[in-house]
């Protein structure tokens, strides 16, 4: 015997309906030039699937978009508004600036290293970097390969002062000024912190860093 065609019962067509309400509910808080989502159910109370889908009234965002995203749902239950929470899955990608090619961690990123692509992302996250502007000419913290999303923790301005070079660690205090040529323990850039070690003293230090080889002293380890 040969089974026919599977025609949708009427809880799928107000799960549908439910899915549709939500996406709008989400889609009117980003930019559609940025982002995309596709919604899917995870958890629907049995009750609420049972109601006529022409009878399903609103759909709100609960709290922010996550991997997992709570919904409240109005709906008509025969003369009674009735509310109840549900719990959809959410996956979202973002336009983004990301690597063409495999990039090293130290590397210095160029316009022409970065295009723009819909990519997977995890909404609830850190916020990974959305213009191409703000990564050209930044240094990369860690390898990133093609496609990968690059979060502002991972760039920084290129490195004034390299691990191993000489620094000129400089004390300030009552108007006098010390300056003690020390070694660099790390690679920094612009108003980072980085350790220190002057054999002069014999003791480590902790530098922000003010210019090419040049720190200002913030405390002594």
Known sequence: M????????????TRQVIIEKAQESIESLFD?????????????????????????RSVKLQGSVEKYTNF????????????????????????????????????TIEPGDITLRWV???MGRDEPVRK???????TLRRTVNPGQPIY??????????????????????????????CESRQSGAIDEEIQIYCKETRNKYLGKIKGPG????????
């Open 2 to 13: 040969v089974a026919g065609p599977a025609y949708p019962t009427a809880s799928d067509e």
């Open 32 to 56: 559609p030039e940025e982002y995309r989502f596709t919604l899917s159910a995870r958890w629907m109370p049995g009750s609420l699937l049972k109601a006529q889908p022409k009878h399903v």
């Open 72 to 107: 409240e749902v109005l709906y008509l239950d025969g003369n009674t508004i009735e509310q109840v929470e549900i719990q959809l899955k959410v996956e979202a990608e973002q336009k983004l600036p990301v690597p063409n090619h495999r990039m090293m961690s130290g590397q």
């Open 120 to 122: 997977p992302v995890r």
């Open 132 to 138: 191409i502007e703000e990564l050209a000419g930044k």
């Open 152 to 181: 502002h923790s991972e760039i920084s301005t290129p490195y004034l002062v390299e691990a191993g070079e000489d620094v000129d660690l400089i004390f300030t205090e009552f108007g006098i000024q010390i300056i003690l040529t």
């Open 214 to 221: 040049e720190a200002l002293w913030q405390k002594t380890h």
